[in-house]
């Protein structure tokens, strides 16, 4: 079974552009979510989508967006790019997405797209 | 609040020793609690899961670790380390009224010297 598959792997962009990473849960899995990592802040949760609606956010500006698909691949898109939006973003896919946690419910990470802003 | 404190940045220790990382958390809600391991250049790899019933888990690699909820904490042991378990290990947190969303402690880097 194909893991997490977050596209692309490395970007670069400059300041004032807009960008969208885009990540392929598990097969089966319907729970997309989001984070950020960067040295400073740790990793921070952004968003959480299940069935094409998202059901928590982070403490993000509205700048971070995000959308999910009927397949249950999922975009997250970052508008007027900062310096400070430089990090590793990872997506992470569980099953359910209940907030009781059964073994099917553990969130599994891709590898990341790590954006670098010039 | 709801937090979660790795208590050690940093942690040396030389090959086939134990080792132990610390990890505790604040919480009025029920848990969920998870280890997590980065090596460079890589997304998070599940080493163990406290999710109910036994406090004692076990992991992959030879990991377990042990909730203690009158302590709050879920501190993550090996008895004897290779050099290949030099990574980043994370604790994690699910707050039990919080959709998709993990609480993530600030990192250990665990260093395995020859």
């Known amino acids: 079974k194909a893991g997490v598959t977050q596209t692309p792997r490395y970007l670069i962009k400059t300041r004032g552009q807009q960008v969208t990473l885009s990540c392929s849960p598990i097969?089966?899995?319907?729970?997309v979510s989001w984070y950020q990592q960067t040295p400073g802040q740790g990793l921070q949760f952004l968003f959480e989508?299940?069935?094409?609606?998202?059901?928590n956010k982070g403490n993000f500006p509205g700048r971070f967006s995000g959308r999910q698909f009927s397949n249950s691949r999922s975009e997250m898109n970052v508008s007027t790019l900062e310096l400070g939006d430089s990090a590793l973003y990872l997506c992470a896919s569980s099953a359910t997405g209940e907030l009781f946690i059964g073994a099917k419910n553990i969130q599994y990470f891709g590898a990341g797209t790590r954006l670098s802003v010039l | 609040a709801q937090s979660v404190t790795q208590l050690d940045s940093q942690v040396p220790v030389f090959e086939e020793a134990p080792v132990e990382l610390r990890c505790n958390y604040s919480s009025s809600v029920s848990v969920y609690l998870f280890w997590y391991v980065q090596y460079p250049n890589q997304g998070l790899q599940l080493l163990l899961k406290y999710l109910s019933g036994s406090t004692l888990v076990k992991g992959i690699n030879g990991f377990e670790a042990e909730f203690n909820k009158s302590q709050t904490s879920f501190h993550l042991r090996k008895p004897s380390v290779h050099i290949s378990d030099t990574a980043e290990y994370f604790c994690?947190?699910?707050?039990?009224?919080?959709?998709?969303?993990?609480?993530f402690g600030q990192g250990t880097i665990l260093t395995v010297h020859p």
């Open positions: 994690a947190v699910r707050f039990g009224t919080s959709y998709g969303k993990l609480t």
């Open positions: 989508y299940f069935s094409e609606t998202q059901r």
């Open positions: 097969s089966g899995h319907r729970s």
